[in-house]
């Protein structure tokens, strides 16, 4: 193949440098075709001068210097803190500092080669280097200009940085030949943006940093963008080609509605219930996320839209991801609708036999109203004669594909649910074809829950507090990050646990256990003591972490917290959030590990949800809080929602404007775009048609 035969399509085996064996590794890197490789972005880039010799050093100069080093000192009772090593070459010694950077013991020893570059400066009429970047050059490997400048790609075992910056350079200027332009050259002058060649050519071979800039924030608004149409047209995909049932809710109806609950709805859900309300009232299928903190009265909002379909003689369907939260869905359910002529159901993975058939008659006939379920709900045997209004309960847990296929052949309006506070940017992004309801204010008459973080040889104190508090006929939770001991034992489980708490610590006391790995009857037959008082301790996995409503459980120990995300604890902590006591939620952790410790600080500080939420965006990022892989969404290659939220607020307007000015992409103009989504998307997020 002639060099100039690459095309966007092209296997890596056939680019210079490369070959089958290469080829191989660059697949494990995710690097298939030329497009791929134009897209293997480098992690870091070096700007750096050629190295002088210490003596020559001016003041006040962005130098870079080359040697050996001589020694060094951590300053830790300084203010701040400082790590301190004096580097020599064959012409002097000088100064180098890092301040606040413990973290360079052990990295920067005595004898390396290292290389730093930064701003020289004058203290104590000495010269020194303060806070430079970088490299530690390994071996008796002789230092170059590839060391210190230019890219540097993420590498392997296998294929280091230089070779992949060899391979891509050979190919980048025909590479760069099929990257076709979205954008009119008007609107990347008024949106400050670069030309998408030039930002390749940048971003694999920048001369300065603002070079580096430009490049990088025309292909992050490119992947942002690119993203925001692919929602903006599910959006109108559904907006102007899918008919739901219109679902009046009169003032009557909202009266009958309202009279099932024995409380006053808080402002918060009235508000909702108001836009879900106007929702139901068009044909134009509801496609709303509702976010509400743990305990902030979401089931009842549920209930109120189910109702609505069924006084419109229509059916509802509510889905969560476990048999315990659907089971803890249907039981609210039936308090609420004692004694009402509304038929409902619960069905999960273990009915069977004759029961099924009856239930699934029941559905198919429009007899029963309410369907309650799990992924059982989805099974091909279940169909609904009219449903109309669809909820799905902790939706992150469910796939796209698995969310359709609830809908089968009938448009649903369809309300997802999560009590994982979801950050803004995220719901622009997981979420972001869906409108977004919140209720933030929780019923009236919950009590505080106080978090404390404690270290095991807080733990004999904890014993005997909660021994009182048991003593006085509350209940606790005990919550471990495994089902059984791993190999180090380093974290504790919940069966070894069991037997601790069971015959050592509260031998006078019930204790039951609970993990994904029992029977669905041995789960609930757990549960309904627990709920009934029968049990006093609980211990678990996070199978409690959603649909536990307990009131009288105001007690949790949740060990190896360190283990868990922020946004994880807080829905843990939420299960003792249930009734007007006072509660308690211990964290326990040997962690030396700081960010950690900070990480479960912020627990103790904080009942926030959505501040929380935003803390463990920041500090795990997105693919612990919702798996993008779950909404069709590919992963990003150098855009950052939380960094670069200005440019995603951008990329959306810009979006949303050209689906609704040419909903097909049929304008010669967009033609890029729609191939550009058609690579990116496939069918995963049902864009095949536009094609």
Not at 261 to 290: H, S, W, Y
Not at 424 to 433: C, I, K, P, Q, V
Not at 496 to 512: D, Q, T, V, W
Request: charged share 25%.
């Amino acid at each position: 193949m002639q060099p100039n035969d690459v095309k966007p399509d092209t296997p890596m085996q056939f680019l210079k440098g490369v070959g089958p064996a290469r080829a191989a590794i660059l697949e494990k890197l995710g690097v298939k075709t030329a497009s791929d490789l134009l897209e293997y972005y480098p992690r870091q880039w070096y700007f750096a001068p050629e190295p002088v010799k210490i003596a020559r050093l001016l003041p006040n100069h962005i130098v870079t210097l080359a040697g050996i080093v001589e020694s060094t000192d951590f300053q830790m009772f300084r203010r701040p803190p400082y790590f301190e090593a004096y580097i020599t070459d064959d012409a002097g010694s000088c100064r180098v500092i890092w301040f606040n950077a413990r973290y360079l013991q052990g990295k920067i020893n005595v004898g390396q080669k290292i290389i730093v570059w930064g701003k020289t400066a004058v203290y104590k009429h000495q010269l020194q280097l303060t806070n430079p970047k970088f490299i530690i050059v390994e071996g008796d490997k002789e230092i170059s200009a590839d060391d210190f400048s230019g890219p540097v790609y993420p590498a392997t075992a296998e294929l280091s940085s230089g070779q992949l910056k060899k391979i891509i350079h050979y190919s980048l200027d025909n590479l760069l030949q099929s990257a076709e332009e979205f954008f009119a050259k008007e609107f990347l002058k008024k949106s400050n943006l670069i030309e998408r060649k030039t930002a390749y050519q940048w971003i694999h071979n920048p001369s300065d940093e603002e070079q580096l800039a430009k490049a990088k924030r025309r292909l992050k608004y490119d992947e942002l963008f690119i993203m925001q149409t692919a929602l903006a047209l599910r959006r109108y995909k559904v907006r102007h080609f899918e008919k739901a049932i219109p679902l009046k809710c009169t003032d009557e109806i909202d009266s009958r509605i309202r009279k099932r609950f024995p409380f006053l709805l808080t402002a918060d859900q009235d508000k909702v219930i108001e836009e879900i309300a106007g929702d139901l009232a068009k044909d134009i299928p509801m496609n709303r996320l509702l976010q509400g903190d743990v305990g902030s009265g979401k089931t009842v909002v549920a209930l109120y839209a189910a109702l609505v379909a069924i006084a419109n003689k229509q059916q509802a369907a509510i889905m969560a991801p476990t048999e315990i939260l659907a089971e803890q869905h249907f039981i609210n359910i039936e308090r609420y609708l004692r004694n009402s002529s509304v038929k409902r159901v619960l069905i999960t993975g273990g009915i069977a036999g004759q029961q099924r058939k009856e239930i699934i008659d029941g559905i198919q006939s429009g007899d029963t109203n309410i369907v309650v379920g799990t992924v059982a709900l989805l099974q091909e045997d279940i169909q609904f004669k009219n449903l109309a209004v669809v909820v799905i309960d902790e939706q992150h847990k469910f796939g796209v594909l698995q969310r359709a296929s609830l809908r089968k052949n009938t448009t649903p309006h369809c309300l997802v649910m999560t009590a994982t506070p979801i950050p803004r940017t995220l719901a622009m992004t997981a979420f972001g074809d869906l409108d977004v309801s919140i209720i933030k204010m929780p019923p009236p008459g919950r009590g505080q829950v106080i978090t404390r973080y404690i270290t095991h040889k807080d733990l004999p104190k904890a014993y005997e507090f909660i021994r009182e508090r048991l003593k006085a006929k509350k209940q606790a939770f005990f919550v471990y990050p495994r089902i059984v001991d791993g190999e180090n034992g380093d974290v504790k489980a919940a069966i070894s646990e069991y037997e601790n708490l069971s015959k050592r610590i509260f031998p006078e006391f019930k204790i039951g256990l609970l993990h994904g790995q029992m029977s669905s009857d041995e789960k609930q037959k757990i549960m309904a003591e627990f709920r009934a008082g029968r049990i006093n301790c609980l211990v678990s996995t996070v199978l409690i972490e959603v649909g536990i409503d307990v009131p009288n459980a105001t007690i949790m120990v949740i060990e190896n917290a360190d283990r868990f995300g922020l946004a994880q604890l807080h829905q843990l902590r939420g299960r003792i959030a249930r009734s007007s006591s006072r509660a308690y939620c211990l964290l326990v952790s040997q962690t030396e590990n700081e960010d950690a410790q900070s990480r479960l600080e912020i627990m103790t500080r904080s009942s926030d949800g959505f501040e929380i939420a935003e803390n463990d965006l920041k500090l795990r990022g997105p693919g612990e809080l919702l798996s993008a892989r779950q909404h069709g969404l590919p992963d990003f290659k150098i855009a950052n929602i939380i960094e670069d939220f200005e440019l995603l607020t951008l990329a959306r307007r810009d979006a949303f404007e050209l689906v609704e000015a040419d909903p097909f992409l049929k304008l010669a103009g967009h033609k890029n775009i729609r191939t550009e989504l058609l690579r990116r998307f496939s069918d995963s997020v049902g864009l095949a048609d536009i094609a």
